[in-house]
Structure formats: structure tokens, C-alpha cells
């Protein structure tokens, strides 16, 4: 597995990935040459689960076990091409889980300073990774009808605020990202 990739492969590397294809080539290169590698040993820990984090990681080969909980039980497996710790990434805090390579693996950090930096200069950048963040959390979509179920009672409601009062969602992940990366003000 070669660690010496060059700036067009890591080009395509992160094209591949959604929360990054918006990005036009300009901003993709950027970014491509913003990247730290890391050459993993197999058992290598990449991140720990409560840790704080801020960057996330494209695995470049290899593979990386995803584990969780007290008894660091192993959910998932990932490969070349996938990637974690975007919700680190983007709106900061204790990383979900533990990743440790599962073989010999070669993965790339995406730091957070270079987010940043494109975030700056393109606010709506952070909407478009907003959306992504949404699918892959699982939160609906703005647009998304709500399903209610009316449950007939004696009393009055206790919180006579309307729905429409409370934020969304949505708009959470939007001003924590915002707020992660100071551009709220």
C-alpha cells in the first residue's frame, strides 16, 4: 500500500466521498493537499470512543474496525474509500466510537483548519454539508412531513408551545456547525 499519493489521487479519493463532491476543483485540491497520512499497523487505534475530536479520516487502503460501548464490541467494518469521524469534523465533540485497523491500513486525517478555511470563503458550503450530515445521521429533512398521531385527553397541555416555535433538527446541526467553526458572528 503506497503512502505517496499523489495530490490527483487523493483529488479522486475525496470526490468519491459525498460530504466532499460538491466541492469544485479548486476547493478539492485545496483540501487534497491539506491531508496528513497516517500508516497504521494492524491494532493501531485511530481514535478512541469519548474522546474529543475535530478531524475526520478517509481510509485510503486497509481495513478499520468500528467498536463500541464498555465492551468495545465490533459494529461494523470499513474499507478503502470509506470514511468516519465526520460528525467530529463538523460540529466537534466526543467521537462516537473506537476505529482501530483491522490489517495494515493507510488513512488520511482531514483536519479541521482546512474546512475551515473553504468555509470561509463559501458559506454555502455549510448548508451542502449540513444535508450530508443530515442523511447520514438520519435526521429529517426540513421538508420532510412531520406524522403526528392526536391523542384525545381530559386536560389541557401542559406546554401550549406550538410546534413551530421549537427548532427543528436541522437547524441544531446547522448552528452547531456554524458555531464549530466560528462563523456564527
Not at 31 to 49: E, F, M, P, T, Y
Not at 113 to 133: F, R
Amino acid at each position: 500500500m503506497e503512502d505517496q499519493f499523489t495530490t490527483q489521487e487523493k483529488f479522486r479519493l475525496l470526490r468519491s466521498i459525498p460530504l466532499f463532491s460538491s466541492l469544485d476543483q479548486e476547493q478539492t485540491e485545496f483540501l487534497a493537499d491539506n491531508l496528513k497520512s497516517r500508516r497504521l499497523a494492524a491494532g493501531d487505534i485511530v481514535v478512541r470512543q469519548g474522546d474529543e475530536g475535530s478531524s475526520m479520516f478517509v481510509i485510503a487502503g486497509g481495513q478499520m474496525a468500528i467498536l463500541v460501548g464498555n465492551e468495545q464490541e465490533q459494529v461494523a467494518t470499513l474499507g478503502g474509500g470509506d470514511y468516519f469521524g465526520e460528525m467530529s469534523l463538523l460540529i466537534g465533540g466526543a467521537r462516537g466510537a473506537t476505529v482501530r485497523a483491522a490489517t495494515p491500513a493507510l488513512v488520511f486525517e482531514v483536519p479541521h483548519l482546512a474546512v475551515k478555511t473553504l468555509l470561509a470563503d463559501n458559506h454555502e458550503l455549510l448548508a451542502e454539508l449540513k444535508a450530508v450530515v443530515q442523511e447520514r445521521s438520519g435526521a429529517p429533512e426540513p421538508d420532510e412531513p412531520e406524522i403526528t398521531v392526536e391523542v384525545e385527553t381530559q386536560s389541557e397541555p401542559t406546554n401550549p408551545v406550538g410546534k413551530a416555535d421549537e427548532p427543528s433538527i436541522a437547524d441544531d446541526l446547522m448552528a452547531q456547525m456554524t458555531k464549530h467553526f466560528g462563523l456564527d458572528g
